[in-house]
């Protein structure tokens, strides 16, 4: 049995997805979000037991219409899709073959899926051009498989690849409206970033195929609704840039092994289920556990992992000016603690050699905002 | 964020509250304001399931969409939300004063202010005028008369939301953080009753106790537009079944309402603490603006001008923008000479300074370059503690007297050197009071209110090949008013 998979107990690895990628990537310091990835431990699980669940989750309605969507794309042999693909990329394919990947012949182990989704791939990027049937054009639930921070993981599919003219689109289908050619500039850089993940497994692929990785195409093909009704269109994003970002975080995680050896010999984030799979762990052990590997918390991380809520806790124990966001904390010159902060002004601390400037700039705060809010009384 | 309000921040944690970070009023508040919570079915652009609106906190009126999806009850929903809206926006327009001015024009004596819950609400009042501002009340799709005129006014009060200093549809989180800074981030400021909860936190509660009481969605539903996912599981979707089989709403309405409710309190105890602080000098000019596009609006709608386009034409958007990065250089000059705490900002970074007049030679006469004669030019010497990050010859204001404009001439260890260019009246000395004496408390900032001549563009009619040319007159459509629906 390897550290991992002693980390995380006789569970099933939990799988990643470009948003849990993106997610980790936004946030490569920290170790614990490392750590759980990489292990593939049920996060979700973990807070909710250790009495921080994340109040995140997707609402039904939300969900029934990405689906609605969804298949509406891709009926009648994705006719949508098709019609849009040669709007948007001029193509005069008359007819494609569409290959979905999500069932090989009943089984579903990740490893067969992947052989199949490289096996297909390599088949329809070196077939001779104008053999549609080979080319394969379509290539529904690609299982892909990326390196993260020394550990292989695979990634949940749900985009499209497709290859027109040699060059291949990752296609990604999303249900937020696009009115009047504008949508929500949040979502859409998630599903850039997301799609971005996709592009960068893809290539890696090409790459250990031997095959030249910038036949993958650095522009996706995002698929909304158009206005407020049902009808799809489609709009290339170029994510380059999210693509370079990606990259550089992928490359900054701190290598797993080199975590893992930091870590106390024997730890595991087990709950151990009893037979009808409730957990008999105790919560303060799992939490001291879990306090083992050191987590970096930054406000945003709320909104994307599970574990956030309990970060926080523990970061407000600290009295953390991490608490207070990236942008306080960075004019706060990297000062760690509020106490600190607050120390500093008020003159009450001596510096440390590198705290001598911010600490002249933090006590020149203390006294200007001193003098102008005692006219204010006791306003809340 | 600044150092000044990182600072106000780490404050806050340690007081268990928030901290000022501003010690006036920056936004004008209505005597009667409308509020405005908007709830949106998951999932969907701008399908509203519910609303909670009204202006007198005691009697707020409950508007809901049984069934979110059904077309016909979305626009009965909007129609009467247009039934308490537009007499609220219309009284305003009646009563008008005529404003001498180059040209003359009409100018509303009071104008509507709506306000939502956060920016998200101002970004489905913009969707939901977007949705209802071409429809017709005849053809193929046919809806009440009132749907389009709404339509026409929440795309001018969404328009209106961008301008900086503008007041006319106000989202509150923004409101609320722009006066204070709280012990938290500012994405979890973004949770309006949290918020609350840091500046007024109920009676035996610290700050961050009645935060984190606002953060449990069970007790305290989110703000809008969009509701919490286990809502919809458990309490919104089984109540939309129930409509669909019996055909009675009772049970939206009560969900509806649940979700509605305690942000309506939460929206009144917030407009009561910004009523708290005392009103800048700033706030009436900047919404004397706001009157002046409110009529403008008025009349062109009633003169029966189309609704706005789904794009701006080349000359119209570049005017806009130009406008607003004027107001917003406008609004943060006159929110620092109007706010010594928010001059306290521009103070650390060494781009204004305050302190003591030490020294004035009121009857200095200077013969300014390519004049013969000699002219007012008094000096000003100020003691100061600040760190002063100005070079001689850069023009400042002071809130004191903010038409006037002194010259840096010197800056030594702990003095400033001023000469006084101007404002000091017509005649052979200085009019008295025009410039500071000797032990006066002063404050002198680098600051630009750029009221200039704003950059002249060509008329629409003149807009060069490079941007489109001229663009077509627009007329809305057929197409536009028949646009499909899911």
Not at chain 2, 248 to 260: E, M, Y
Request: net charge negative; glycine share 8%; with cysteine.
């Amino acid at each position: 049995m390897s550290r991992l998979d002693a980390l995380r107990g006789p569970e099933p690895a939990v799988d990643h997805n470009a948003r849990t990628i993106a997610a980790l990537a936004a946030n490569p310091g920290c170790d614990r979000r490392a750590v759980f990835d990489a292990a593939g431990v049920d996060k979700q699980a973990i807070a909710r037991h250790l009495g921080y669940p994340a109040p995140f989750g997707q609402s039904v309605f939300a969900i029934t219409r990405a689906r609605a969507f969804e298949e509406l794309v891709k009926a009648d042999g994705c006719a949508h899709l098709l019609r849009l693909l040669r709007e948007l990329l001029g193509l005069t394919v008359a007819e494609v073959a569409y290959d979905d990947i999500a069932d090989v012949g009943g089984n579903a182990s990740h490893a067969v899926r992947h052989a199949r989704t490289r096996a297909l791939l390599r088949r329809a990027a070196t077939a001779p051009p104008g053999d549609v049937a080979a080319a394969g054009t379509l290539f529904d639930h690609p299982l892909l498989r990326l390196d993260m921070g020394g550990a292989e993981v695979y990634l949940e599919p749900d985009v499209i690849a497709f290859q027109a003219r040699g060059r291949f689109h990752v296609i990604a289908i999303k249900s937020f409206a696009v009115i009047d050619g504008q949508a929500d500039p949040a979502r859409v850089a998630a599903a850039a970033r997301q799609a971005a993940v996709y592009v960068h497994a893809l290539r890696r692929l090409f790459e250990e195929e031997g095959l030249d990785p910038a036949r993958v195409a650095h522009d996706v093909v995002l698929v909304c609704p158009k206005d407020f009704a049902n009808t799809p269109t489609a709009t290339l994003v170029d994510v380059r840039q999210q693509l370079s970002v990606l990259a550089r975080q992928l490359s900054r995680l701190t290598r797993v092994d080199r975590i893992l050896d930091r870590l106390p010999p024997g730890l595991t984030f087990d709950l151990r289920k009893d037979a009808d799979g409730t957990p008999t762990r105790s919560s303060a052990d799992l939490a001291q556990a879990v306090r083992k590997v050191p987590a970096r918390f930054a406000p945003d991380c709320l909104s994307s992992c599970d574990m956030a809520y309990f970060c926080r806790a523990e970061a407000r124990e600290r009295g953390s000016t991490d608490l207070l966001g990236r942008a306080a904390r960075d004019e706060l010159g990297g000062v760690a603690s509020v106490p600190a902060v607050l120390a500093l002004a008020e003159g009450t601390r001596e510096p440390a050699a590198d705290e001598v400037e911010i600490a002249a700039q933090l006590r020149l705060a203390h006294r200007l905002y001193a003098e102008t809010t005692r006219a204010m009384g006791t306003v809340a | 964020m600044s150092l000044l309000t990182a600072y106000a921040r780490a404050r806050a944690v340690r007081e268990g509250r928030a901290q000022p970070i501003a010690t006036v009023r920056h936004l004008h508040l209505s005597p009667r304001p409308l509020v405005f919570i908007p709830l949106r079915l998951a999932g969907e652009a701008a399908a509203p399931l519910g609303a909670m609106v009204g202006t007198d906190p005691a009697e707020p009126r409950l508007l809901v969409v049984p069934q979110p999806r059904d077309r016909d009850l979305r626009f009965a929903f909007v129609a009467e939300l247009a039934a308490i809206m537009l007499p609220y926006i219309q009284r305003y327009a009646a009563a008008t004063e005529t404003v001498e001015a180059k040209t003359p024009y009409e100018r509303s004596l009071d104008a509507p202010q709506i306000l939502v819950p956060n920016p998200r609400g101002v970004a489905f009042t913009r969707l939901l005028g977007r949705s209802c501002r071409f429809r017709r009340p005849d053809g193929p799709y046919p809806v009440h008369p009132s749907v389009p005129l709404l339509g026409q006014w929440l795309t001018f009060l969404a328009d209106r939301a961008e301008f900086p200093g503008s007041s006319m549809l106000v989202a509150m989180t923004d409101a609320l953080a722009a006066h204070w800074a709280t012990g938290q981030s500012q994405v979890e400021d973004g949770n309006l009753a949290a918020l609350v909860g840091w500046i007024d936190p109920p009676d035996g509660m610290t700050g961050p106790e009645a935060a984190a009481a606002a953060e449990d969605m069970v007790w305290s539903p989110p703000a809008g537009p969009e509701t919490a996912p286990d809502f919809d599981a458990q309490v919104l979707a089984p109540a939309i079944r129930a409509y669909a089989a019996s055909g009675s709403d009772v049970q939206v309405r009560d969900a509806v309402r649940s979700q509605l409710e305690p942000t309506w309190k939460v929206m009144w105890r917030a407009v009561e603490l910004l009523r708290r602080l005392p009103e800048a000098g700033g706030v009436a000019g900047r919404w004397e603006r706001d009157r002046a596009e409110f009529t403008r609006e008025a009349v062109r709608i009633a003169e029966g001008g189309p609704p706005r386009g789904r794009h701006d034409s080349a000359v119209g958007a570049a005017v806009r923008l130009s406008t607003m990065e004027r107001a917003q250089q406008a609004y943060e000059v006159q929110r620092a000479l109007d706010d010594p705490l928010v001059m306290a900002e521009h103070r650390m970074a060494g781009k204004a300074f305050a302190g003591r007049v030490v020294h004035v030679e009121v009857e200095r006469k200077i013969v300014p370059p390519g004049r013969t004669r000699p002219v007012n030019r008094p000096l000003v010497t100020v003691a100061t503690d600040d760190p002063v990050r100005l070079a001689p010859g850069d023009v400042l204001i002071s809130p004191a007297r903010p038409k006037q404009h002194c010259e840096v001439v010197e800056v030594r260890q702990g003095e400033v050197v001023l000469q006084v260019n101007d404002g000091m009246g017509r005649g052979a000395r200085p009019a008295p009071g025009s410039v500071p004496e000797i032990g006066e408390s002063v404050c002198y900032a680098d600051l630009d209110p750029g009221d200039g001549r704003g950059f002249p563009f060509p008329s629409k009619e003149e807009t060069p090949w490079t941007h489109g040319g001229p663009p077509a007159e627009y007329v809305p459509t057929d197409e536009d008013a028949m646009e499909e629906w899911s």
